[in-house]
């Protein structure tokens, strides 16, 4: 018996189109994050970036459960003494809401290269419209 380890070049990768409008945010990225990671593939490797390409839009009408839209706020450091920044959820919907689905989708991803050139395949937008109709991307209901 002999295992079979798919190379480079035999991986196809497929465009799909996700429409976020009323989808709950932490269930959305997983689903997300498993195509991107590729393990909804037969052929699935760990150690490979099997994953396709995902197409995300009205990002901005994502949903959230219980009082997350009062209580959840987002936070990083700059590295520097007094340097924490955090900015409320229902800010950053009005400012960024594609980064509020980037966030939740990149946490789910590896955190090494592998993971960051997964997340490169993950494209998301606020309002309807996106400019990759020239790759036919699928449109699935998650």
């Known amino acids: 018996m002999k295992t079979y380890m798919p ?64 209580q959840k706020i987002y936070r990083r450091h700059s590295g520097y003494p007094g340097g924490l920044r955090e900015v409320p959820y229902e800010r950053m919907m009005e400012k960024h809401p594609e980064r509020i689905l980037e966030k939740a989708v990149r946490g789910m991803l590896p955190k090494n290269t592998l993971g960051r050139a997964m997340f490169r395949k993950l494209k998301v937008y606020a309002g309807p419209k996106h400019g990759h109709q020239a790759q036919k991307p699928v449109k699935i209901e998650l």
């Open 7 to 70: 190379k480079a070049s035999e991986i196809e990768r497929t465009w799909y189109l996700v429409d976020a409008e009323g989808m709950v945010l932490g269930r959305l990225a997983t689903e997300i994050a498993m195509i991107l990671r590729g393990k909804n593939k037969p052929e699935y490797t760990p150690h490979m970036d099997m994953g396709d390409f995902v197409v995300v839009v009205n990002a901005d009408k994502i949903v959230l459960t219980g009082k997350k839209e009062q």
